[in-house]
């Protein structure tokens, strides 16, 4: 599974994931924080929005393509000859998504997982999660590559 797309049914018991009591994140005031995280490894393009599943469609994916970005928190395209790079983040980024997300790594047994409750932790992890997609040329077989990558990196962006 792809920790992009979280499609874990139910919610994340304490045990594993503290619930942060912070807001959700409108990432469109942190976009700046996102290009620049971004812009120190890469260049690409940073598209926010609602819906992945909805935007991939608006570039051409048909409904079926889309279909398993439905619950994606993050996304990255790149190696067209004809497009700019692009990560594209789901906007806001709730606390649901943040425990999932959480969840997610623990399952994965990544120990610092608890260290992304906090949300703009959590939106750190996931731009440098795409980000190493794009820079290694990583594809979905290597997301807990990606995952490693981003958390060595994240001290970066303390
Ligand atoms: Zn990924």
Partial sequence: MDPCSFLICGRP???FCVMSHDEPLVLERYRKLVEEIAGR???AEVVLVPSIAEWMISIGASVQEASGDRNRLGKSLWGSPSARDTIVLRTPLTRDDV???CL???LRRFRRAHLLNQSVECLKHLVLHEVAHIKHDWRQDREKDCDRWAFNQ???WA
């Fill in 13 to 15: 018991s304490a045990h």
């Fill in 104 to 106: 997610y790594l623990e």
């Fill in 154 to 156: 994240l001290k970066r």
């Fill in 41 to 43: 490894y890469i260049d």
């Fill in 99 to 101: 425990s999932t997300y």
